[in-house]
T-cell receptor
């Protein structure tokens, strides 16, 4: 069964450093998402992406965040200058079409620890 | 008022019990209602989705949506220890999902 994959599973970085989180969405999916879950808190929407453009973004997704689809398979989230409060699980998700946005499939997540 | 509210639990039930999980919401624009299951330190796994009001059944799981009351439920029949997880409701208007905080469920053998 196809699945969303994410690398690395755990990333430790120092405050102020740049990190890139990587995702490989399901191959025939066209819409991609990033979510964040701070430990013990709810899953929060960050951004949606379609046709090489951001479709929607939340207030959390400020100028320190960017997303990119550098090739036909990867989808990345870059955090330019990490802060302690960026420590969280980051989940990538994908869906086949905007008409099925409710049917998002999530990856296993990357745990980001900022020290 | 928070956009989506959910009893955080934890909820403990004996194996075989019927479980009822609920969410309330405030945004009447929500049209899609989803239930996800999340095991510890894993990604959310889609269980069921429903469009607008009504019921939907899938095996031991039944989802109900009452848009007039802004209330959704997930029922699990014949609960199993493997159902022990955190259950997240999620709602969407467009592509922006809003998740509830999750209810932690333990099914005891």
């Amino acid at each position: 069964e196809p699945e969303v994959t994410q690398t690395p599973s755990h990333q430790v970085t120092q405050m102020g450093q740049e990190v890139i989180l990587r995702c490989v969405p399901i191959s025939n999916h066209l819409y991609f998402y990033w979510y964040r879950q701070i430990l013990g808190q709810k899953v929060e929407f960050l951004v949606s992406f379609y046709n090489n453009e951001i479709s929607e973004k939340s207030e959390i997704f400020d100028d320190q965040f960017s997303v990119e689809r550098p090739d036909g398979s990867n989808f990345t989230l870059k955090i330019r200058s990490t802060k302690l409060e960026d420590s969280a699980m980051y989940f990538c998700a994908s869906t086949h079409s905007s008409g099925r946005a409710y049917e998002q499939y999530f990856g296993p997540g990357t745990r980001l620890t900022v020290t | 008022q928070k956009e989506v509210e959910q009893d955080p639990g934890p909820l403990s039930v004996p194996e075989g019990a019927i479980v009822s999980l609920n969410c309330t919401y405030s945004n009447s624009a929500f049209q899609y209602f989803m239930w996800y299951r999340q095991y510890s330190r894993k990604g959310p796994e889609l269980l069921m989705y429903t469009y607008s009001s009504g019921n939907k059944e899938d095996g031991r799981f039944t989802a109900q949506v009452d848009k007039s009351s802004k209330y959704i439920s997930l029922f699990i029949r014949d609960s199993q220890p493997s159902d022990s997880a955190t259950y997240l409701c999620a709602m969407a208007a467009g592509q922006n999902f809003v998740f509830g905080p999750g209810t932690r469920l333990s099914v005891l053998p």
